[in-house]
């Protein structure tokens, strides 16, 4: 008896042997699984036992891929969220009522001031934005109705350095939490919640995945903070995609690799950049001319991230020149690249700010954002060089 084409659902009982297991993991592309009866479906929805039903409320390549990363942060829980504001968000929503309020850092991302002065205020939660590297002023803009502190632990673009465990001692006098996002510095830089934070959120998009192929989010944390955040996730729609899940298993497979080469060429390509005459300052917390060069030496256990920022003299001239000029430096406003990228903070990520919110910054139209890649020392400085030569 043969089967119809349209005769495909059920569809039939395959499943592969299992006498050998594959070295790569499965994707379960599955939206929703088929239970057994009654029973087995009323226990997995409730929660009383393990296994997947709807893949908004969990699936397998997710929860691989959080097990990995929860390890890499010591967590206690982790979770994968469709992208890094996603997760942003799932934390404000699992742990913010209206009334509330929140100190955000003045330099976080600017998507993520977005969503906390912007949006967050819509629902009567409040922010106050504060420069969280003064830990008096800090400390000030507490209140009793403050609930979260968000600061980044590496800022963007001026690579500022949040003192972890300060901060958190601030937050927790206030009897608030501490919520970092750890993008820039990644779990081989930074674990924040060794360091007493509650709660890290990181972009998986950037140099976890390292591929620019992926939109992803990761939020972790300690157990006390949990137990909003599954219905956080699965109830405002912030789960992941199952395939980009899968390309940030694999990416993360080389994360260690791809990052220390990083760190070690942004150090060099750093203290290149400092000796340059077309350059008025480069930024590095490797360099020993940082403003937190000692904290991040402490803190950091001597790498200093994969990010160099730097000024070109010439202004927004110099860095047209520049861009145009150095074809093997892609202008492209991410990071975490496996090639060598550049950003123009005053085209892109400061765009909304005005002309003197970026001046307060210190972010003009000569301030370029390096991404730096896993290329040899020497090609990533040749290419800087063809671009210094372009501005003279
Ligand atoms: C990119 C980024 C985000 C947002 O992540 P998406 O994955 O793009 O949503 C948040 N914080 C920082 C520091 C980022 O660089």
Not at 42 to 61: I, Q
Not at 80 to 98: D, K, N, V, Y
Not at 130 to 138: E, K, N, P, S, Y
Not at 224 to 240: D, E, H, K, N, Q
Request: charged share 20%.
């Amino acid at each position: 008896m043969s089967t119809k084409p349209e005769d495909i659902c059920p569809r039939p009982d395959f499943l592969p042997p299992q006498s050998t297991e594959p070295m790569a993991p499965p994707l379960y592309t599955a939206a929703v699984y088929r239970c057994r009866d009654t029973a087995q479906a009323e226990a997995l929805l409730s929660g009383d036992s393990e296994g997947y039903v709807y893949v908004r409320d969990g699936h397998p390549n997710a929860d691989l891929l959080a097990e990995k990363c929860r390890q890499l942060h010591s967590a206690d829980r982790a979770t994968i969220c469709s992208s890094g504001m996603a997760a942003l968000a799932a934390a404000a929503l699992a742990h913010l009522s209206a009334g509330d309020e929140v100190v955000v850092s003045s330099q976080v991302y600017g998507r993520s001031l977005s969503l906390f002065s912007g949006e967050l205020p819509r629902l009567g939660i409040t922010a106050t934005a504060v420069d969280t590297c003064d830990l008096h002023a800090t400390r000030a803009a507490c209140s009793k109705a403050t609930k979260l502190l968000l600061v980044e632990t590496i800022t963007n673009p001026l690579l500022r350095v949040s003192d972890i465990a300060a901060l958190a001692k601030v937050t927790h006098d206030a009897g608030a939490l501490l919520l970092v996002d750890n993008t820039f510095a990644g779990p081989l830089v930074c674990r924040p919640l060794e360091l007493g934070a509650d709660l890290v959120m990181e972009s998986l998009t950037k140099t976890m995945s390292g591929h620019s192929d992926v939109l992803l989010g990761l939020l972790c944390g300690r157990e006390a903070t949990w137990s909003r955040v599954p219905i956080a996730v699965a109830t405002w729609g912030l789960s992941s995609a199952p395939f980009d899940c899968w390309l940030a298993s694999r990416g993360l497979g080389t994360m260690a690799l791809r990052v220390e080469r990083a760190v070690a060429n942004a150090q060099v390509a750093a203290e290149f950049l400092s000796h340059r005459p077309e350059i008025s300052q480069a930024l590095y917390p490797g360099l020993p001319n940082h403003p937190d060069h000692a904290l991040a030496r402490k803190q950091f256990a001597g790498r200093f991230g994969t990010i160099v920022t730097f000024t070109l003299r010439g202004g927004r001239p110099a860095v047209d020149a520049f861009i145009a000029a150095s074809r093997n430096i892609p202008f492209s406003p991410s990071l975490g690249d496996l090639c060598t990228t550049l950003s123009h903070p005053e085209t892109t990520s400061h765009r909304g700010l005005s002309a003197g919110e970026r001046t307060a910054l210190g972010i003009d139209g000569g301030t370029v954002r390096l991404s730096v890649g896993i290329e040899s020392s020497e090609a990533i400085l040749e290419a800087l060089a063809v671009g210094l030569a372009a501005v003279r």
